[in-house]
T-cell receptor, first 115, second 113 residues
């Protein structure tokens, strides 16, 4: 099984719908991240969490919210999806106790299409 | 503020030829530098990283990168391309505080038979 698991892997939805993308990890890492990947733009940071009580906005947090339910779980929500949120979303983890360089460990991605 | 520029969104090489993917960065503090690779329908995985010390870094699958502070560059090379190297490659930078990693736009590598 993958160390960082994302569900769903693919989702098609309609404008205005609420969507949740879930991420769980078995690596025991404290830090979790949500990135968005768009062609030609690389990965942009949406939100990050350094522990269960710590949530921080990234570069492009507007239109998104997150919940850190436990050390191992970090969910991304789109309260009212819009077409320009169509993208590939990645969850990632890191832990300074394991690597003090910020090396990231990624899930396999969740492809979201908003019609 | 940190930033990463990857020169060339697409690079095409013949099998057996040299691979050179270019990356320049800006950082206000000594950076940690990374190359990640993304194969089709997969997440990103670490190819190699520079932290401190030796400026020539070797990674998996025969790739290496050289940190050149004077040029603020961290170019990725491989002497001989293989068909299995076809993927998208991302250069990234993080600073020692906060560990927010900034990614470049990516370079897609095509390998021709």
């Amino acid at each position: 099984d993958a160390d960082v698991t994302q569900t769903p892997r693919n989702r098609i939805t309609k404008t205005g719908k609420r969507i949740m993308l879930e991420c769980s990890q078995t690596k025991g890492h404290d830090r979790m991240y949500w990135y968005r990947q768009d062609p030609g733009l690389g990965l942009q940071l949406i939100y990050y969490s350094f522990d269960v009580k710590d949530i921080n906005k990234g570069e492009i947090s507007d239109g998104y919210s997150v919940s850190r339910q436990a050390q191992a779980k970090f969910s991304l929500s789109l309260e009212s999806a819009i077409p320009n949120q169509t993208a590939l979303y990645f969850c990632a983890t890191s832990d300074p106790k394991v690597s003090n360089t910020g090396e990231l460990f990624f899930g396999e991605g969740s492809r979201l299409t908003v019609l | 503020a940190q930033s990463v520029t990857q020169l060339g969104s697409h690079v095409s090489v013949s099998e057996g030829a040299l691979v050179l993917l270019r990356c320049n960065y800006s950082s206000s503090v000594p950076p940690y530098l990374f190359w990640y690779v993304q194969y089709p329908n997969q997440g990103l995985q670490l190819l190699l990283k520079y932290t401190t010390g030796a400026t020539l870094v070797k990674g998996i699958n025969g790739f290496e990168a050289e940190f050149k502070k004077s040029e603020t560059s961290f170019h990725l090379t491989k002497p001989s391309a293989h068909m299995s190297d076809a993927a998208e490659y991302f250069c990234a930078v993080s600073e020692s505080v906060g560990f927010k990693t900034i990614f470049g736009a990516g370079t897609r590598l095509f390998v021709k038979a």
